[in-house]
């Protein structure tokens, strides 16, 4: 049985082929959730902006071999979980750790099929906002890695149980 990896990519913008991978978070189905840097020393204003680059002080960090070897060990064969696959599989794989099968859950289309009050399919912020107006606590998606990580998981556990 293929493991449940839930996965987060920030990014310095929206092309795999020449922006480049900010950070990735991943985790299990249990467990803490584990971020890996890629040492991006800038981003544009409106990435900063969106992601707290500066705020929360990531210029120029770089995880270690050992961290990355983690996350490699941990995805392969397994499958991504995210709130937009396509988009962090080519940042995962541009970046040369794409190790997942090649099938994903895509956390939004899965709420718009458990949840039958969307009428299109929904953002994460709208699976959060839904949960939430139905008594659910969630940690709220804030475009950093790890927040929405966390986010996604805590939904797909929710979703999963309806």
Same mark, same amino acid.
């Given at each position: #049985?293929?493991n449940?990896?839930?996965? *987060?990519?920030? +990014?310095?913008?929206? *092309?795999?082929?020449?922006?480049?991978?900010?950070?990735?978070?991943? &985790?299990?189905t249990f467990?803490? =959730?584990?971020t890996?840097?890629?040492?991006?020393?800038?981003? =544009?204003?409106?990435? /900063?902006?969106?992601?707290?680059f500066?705020?929360?002080?990531? &210029?120029?960090?770089?995880?270690?071999?050992?961290?990355i *070897?983690?996350?490699?060990?941990?995805?392969?064969?397994?499958? #991504?979980?995210a709130?937009?696959p396509?988009f962090?599989?080519?940042?995962?794989d541009?970046?040369?750790l794409w190790?997942?099968?090649?099938?994903?859950?895509?956390?939004?289309?899965f709420?718009y099929?458990?949840i039958?009050?969307?009428?299109?399919?929904?953002?994460?912020k709208?699976i959060? *906002?839904?949960l939430?107006?139905?008594?659910?606590?969630l +940690?709220?998606? /804030?475009?950093?890695s790890?927040?929405?990580?966390l &986010? #996604?998981?805590?939904?797909?556990l929710i979703?999963?149980s309806?």
């Open positions: #049985m293929r449940l990896i839930f996965v *987060d990519t920030e +990014t310095g913008g929206l *092309d795999a082929e020449c922006d480049p991978l900010v950070e990735l978070t991943w &985790a299990p467990g803490e =959730p584990k890996l840097w890629f040492g991006v020393q800038e981003v =544009p204003t409106f990435i /900063d902006d969106l992601i707290k500066t705020e929360r002080g990531i &210029a120029g960090r770089r995880s270690t071999q050992p961290e *070897d983690e996350f490699l060990k941990a995805s392969e064969g397994n499958t #991504m979980v709130a937009n396509a962090d599989k080519a940042f995962i541009a970046a040369g190790q997942f099968h090649y099938r994903m859950l895509d956390i939004e289309s709420a099929a458990k039958h009050e969307f009428d299109d399919v929904p953002s994460m709208n959060y *906002d839904y939430v107006s139905q008594g659910h606590e +940690t709220e998606p /804030d475009h950093t790890r927040n929405d990580v &986010a #996604m998981r805590e939904a797909f979703l999963d309806l």
